[in-house]
């Protein structure tokens, strides 16, 4: 899985700019046969339980972005289910000719 990173630091409110770079399984970019996936996970509140729960989905576009091969890019309104001071997990998944990858990155809501 490839790490993204830290996204950024965001007010509930606000748009999150999402950004990948798709690469194969010889690490080399690569066009998705499709629009990449986001899933957006959050700690579960203290009354219902421990993990992780979704709070929210969406695809990136399905088109190359600037003629970069690979490269896809998208938004999440961050509304106010996002807690302040929490950080937020983003996994992407998308497929090429060759497999099934992820990549995994983080933003805080301050």
């Given amino acids: 899985m490839l790490d993204v990173g830290f996204i950024g630091h965001v007010e509930a409110g606000e748009r999150l700019p999402l950004g990948l770079l798709c690469k194969g399984s010889e690490m080399q970019t ?8 986001y899933k957006i996970y959050g700690a ?5 339980g421990s993990g992780m729960m979704e709070m929210a989905t969406g695809t990136l576009s399905d088109s ?13 309104d961050i509304d106010y289910k996002f807690g302040a001071g929490s950080v ?4 992407f998944s998308y497929s090429d000719s060759s497999g ?3 990549a995994m990155g983080s933003f805080e809501v301050v």
Avoid: E, K, M, Q
């Fill in 88 to 91: 937020y997990i983003v996994v």
């Fill in 30 to 37: 690569t066009a998705p046969l499709a629009a990449p996936i």
């Fill in 64 to 76: 190359d972005t600037g003629s970069i091969l690979g490269f896809r890019t998208g938004h999440v």
């Fill in 100 to 102: 099934t990858y992820g």
């Fill in 44 to 48: 579960r509140p203290a009354a219902s």
